[in-house]
Nanobody, 129 residues
Framework: QVQLVESGGGSVQAGGSLRLSCAAS????????MGWFRQAPGKEREGVAS????????YYADSVTGRFTISRDNAKNTLYLQLNMLKPEDTAMYYC??????????????????????WGQGTQVTVSS
Protein backbone atom coordinates (compact mmCIF):
# COMPACT_ATOMS: atom_id res chain seq x y z
CA GLN A 1 0.00 0.00 0.00
CA VAL A 2 1.42 3.33 -1.07
CA GLN A 3 1.77 5.90 1.69
CA LEU A 4 3.05 9.46 1.60
CA VAL A 5 3.17 11.18 4.96
CA GLU A 6 4.06 14.87 5.21
CA SER A 7 5.38 16.61 8.30
CA GLY A 8 7.08 19.84 9.31
CA GLY A 9 4.34 22.37 8.72
CA GLY A 10 3.51 25.07 11.23
CA SER A 11 2.94 28.75 11.86
CA VAL A 12 5.74 31.26 11.28
CA GLN A 13 6.15 34.97 10.77
CA ALA A 14 6.97 36.46 7.41
CA GLY A 15 10.65 36.03 6.63
CA GLY A 16 10.87 32.81 8.58
CA SER A 17 11.75 29.29 7.46
CA LEU A 18 10.33 25.79 7.61
CA ARG A 19 11.45 22.39 6.39
CA LEU A 20 8.82 19.99 5.16
CA SER A 21 9.41 16.24 4.93
CA CYS A 22 7.52 13.50 3.14
CA ALA A 23 8.10 9.87 4.09
CA ALA A 24 7.24 7.42 1.32
CA SER A 25 6.50 3.71 1.53
CA UNK A 26 4.80 0.92 -0.39
CA UNK A 27 6.41 1.50 -3.79
CA UNK A 28 9.79 1.83 -5.46
CA UNK A 29 10.51 5.38 -4.33
CA UNK A 30 13.60 5.84 -6.48
CA UNK A 31 11.64 5.17 -9.68
CA UNK A 32 9.17 7.99 -9.16
CA UNK A 33 9.45 11.70 -9.81
CA MET A 34 8.37 13.59 -6.71
CA GLY A 35 6.68 16.93 -6.31
CA TRP A 36 5.37 19.41 -3.78
CA PHE A 37 2.04 21.10 -4.35
CA ARG A 38 0.01 23.56 -2.32
CA GLN A 39 -3.59 24.61 -2.07
CA ALA A 40 -4.91 27.72 -0.37
CA PRO A 41 -8.60 28.07 0.55
CA GLY A 42 -10.69 28.83 -2.51
CA LYS A 43 -7.81 28.25 -4.91
CA GLU A 44 -6.72 25.40 -7.13
CA ARG A 45 -3.89 23.10 -6.15
CA GLU A 46 -0.69 24.38 -7.74
CA GLY A 47 2.72 22.88 -8.37
CA VAL A 48 5.47 24.33 -6.19
CA ALA A 49 8.52 22.18 -6.96
CA SER A 50 9.43 18.91 -8.61
CA UNK A 51 12.50 16.68 -8.57
CA UNK A 52 13.56 13.88 -10.91
CA UNK A 53 14.06 10.28 -9.83
CA UNK A 54 17.78 10.70 -9.18
CA UNK A 55 17.53 14.26 -7.91
CA UNK A 56 19.57 15.77 -10.71
CA UNK A 57 16.79 17.89 -12.17
CA UNK A 58 14.50 20.27 -10.32
CA TYR A 59 11.77 22.70 -11.32
CA TYR A 60 10.10 25.47 -9.34
CA ALA A 61 7.10 27.68 -9.66
CA ASP A 62 8.05 31.27 -10.43
CA SER A 63 6.55 32.42 -7.12
CA VAL A 64 8.98 30.33 -5.04
CA THR A 65 12.16 30.33 -7.14
CA GLY A 66 15.10 31.44 -5.06
CA ARG A 67 13.25 30.88 -1.77
CA PHE A 68 12.29 27.17 -1.75
CA THR A 69 14.56 24.15 -2.33
CA ILE A 70 13.38 20.64 -3.09
CA SER A 71 15.59 17.62 -2.37
CA ARG A 72 15.29 13.89 -1.90
CA ASP A 73 17.11 11.10 -0.10
CA ASN A 74 16.48 7.87 -1.98
CA ALA A 75 18.21 5.81 0.70
CA LYS A 76 15.68 7.05 3.24
CA ASN A 77 12.66 7.20 0.89
CA THR A 78 12.15 10.80 1.94
CA LEU A 79 11.39 14.02 0.11
CA TYR A 80 12.13 17.48 1.51
CA LEU A 81 11.13 21.06 0.86
CA GLN A 82 13.11 23.87 2.47
CA LEU A 83 11.01 27.03 2.68
CA ASN A 84 12.93 30.26 3.28
CA MET A 85 11.90 33.92 3.26
CA LEU A 86 8.29 32.91 3.73
CA LYS A 87 5.53 35.32 2.77
CA PRO A 88 1.87 35.46 3.86
CA GLU A 89 0.89 34.39 0.35
CA ASP A 90 2.73 31.09 0.94
CA THR A 91 0.02 30.12 3.43
CA ALA A 92 -1.56 26.87 2.21
CA MET A 93 -1.85 23.15 2.72
CA TYR A 94 1.27 21.56 1.26
CA TYR A 95 1.11 18.12 -0.33
CA CYS A 96 3.78 15.77 -1.59
CA UNK A 97 3.03 13.60 -4.60
CA UNK A 98 4.64 10.83 -6.63
CA UNK A 99 4.62 10.35 -10.40
CA UNK A 100 5.60 7.08 -12.08
CA UNK A 101 8.65 7.76 -14.23
CA UNK A 102 8.73 11.36 -15.39
CA UNK A 103 12.47 11.21 -15.93
CA UNK A 104 12.53 13.61 -18.87
CA UNK A 105 9.44 15.68 -18.26
CA UNK A 106 9.31 19.34 -19.09
CA UNK A 107 8.80 21.99 -16.42
CA UNK A 108 5.05 22.39 -17.14
CA UNK A 109 4.49 18.64 -17.03
CA UNK A 110 6.50 18.27 -13.83
CA UNK A 111 4.44 20.93 -12.06
CA UNK A 112 1.04 19.66 -13.24
CA UNK A 113 -1.01 17.91 -10.58
CA UNK A 114 -2.70 15.79 -13.25
CA UNK A 115 0.53 13.84 -13.87
CA UNK A 116 0.93 12.55 -10.31
CA UNK A 117 -0.34 9.16 -9.20
CA UNK A 118 -0.09 9.23 -5.41
CA TRP A 119 -0.73 11.95 -2.85
CA GLY A 120 -0.18 12.55 0.83
CA GLN A 121 -2.70 14.06 3.24
CA GLY A 122 -0.93 17.40 3.50
CA THR A 123 0.70 19.59 6.12
CA GLN A 124 -0.46 23.13 6.88
CA VAL A 125 1.86 26.12 6.51
CA THR A 126 0.64 29.44 7.89
CA VAL A 127 2.66 32.63 7.49
CA SER A 128 1.65 35.75 9.39
CA SER A 129 2.68 39.29 8.51
Amino acid sequence: QVQLVESGGGSVQAGGSLRLSCAASGYTYGSYRMGWFRQAPGKEREGVASISTGGGSTYYADSVTGRFTISRDNAKNTLYLQLNMLKPEDTAMYYCAAANGGTSWSRPASLSRYNYNYWGQGTQVTVSS
